[in-house]
């Protein structure tokens, strides 16, 4: 049986759309959330959805404790206190992916604009709160929620994932070719983030003039590019 992975914030969409994936892919997932009952009940959509999954739902502490892989997948207003309140069930060794975007809609802006963050990016703080030997990786900020909560869409794009440790990158890389049509790609050490997490702007604004729902392909790569 693999080993679990813990979602905290999967009662959003795309902690939520990722959750479906993985459970699709036969992996065991547990849905945090600051409220447990509604972590419960997104476990129970999930199984809904996909039968059979192994999903359960638990307040936020109790849930990042059960894994050495935590997904942390919430607005960039939630990000510093959600990470304080984990603060005691992240242990050393923990890898911790990072999909937080610091969108300008935090405080009422434009989702097309990103805040300026004073350690360089939203993985780069998330760094800085964790507690020491937790390892922070930055990635899937190009891939539609919509997308992942849509079993039957087929992915043909790139993730993007950022790190300084390359065996967390590695682990990072695993979790997302399980998402069959996602294909990591190593974007460099975490300071990486400050350009990567831009892109979900971008990505957005595109979104808007064109009326569609687009990801990122870099070219020029063969099928498996992780090195």
Known sequence: MPSPITIVGATGDLGFGLALRLAKAGVPVVIGSRDAGRAAEAA??????VPGAEVSGLANPDAAAQSDLVVLSVPFASQAPTLRSLRDALRAGTVLLDVT?????????????????????AAQQAQELVPAGVTVVSALHTVAARHLADLDHAFDEDALVAGDDRDAKRRVAELIRLVPGLRPVDAGRLEMARITETLTALTIGINIRNKVTAGFKITGLPNDAWQ
């Open 44 to 49: 129970d959509r999930v199984r809904e959805l």
């Open 101 to 121: 975007v610091p969108l300008a809609a935090a405080v009422g802006g434009r989702p097309t604009r990103v805040l300026s963050v004073w350690q360089g990016s």
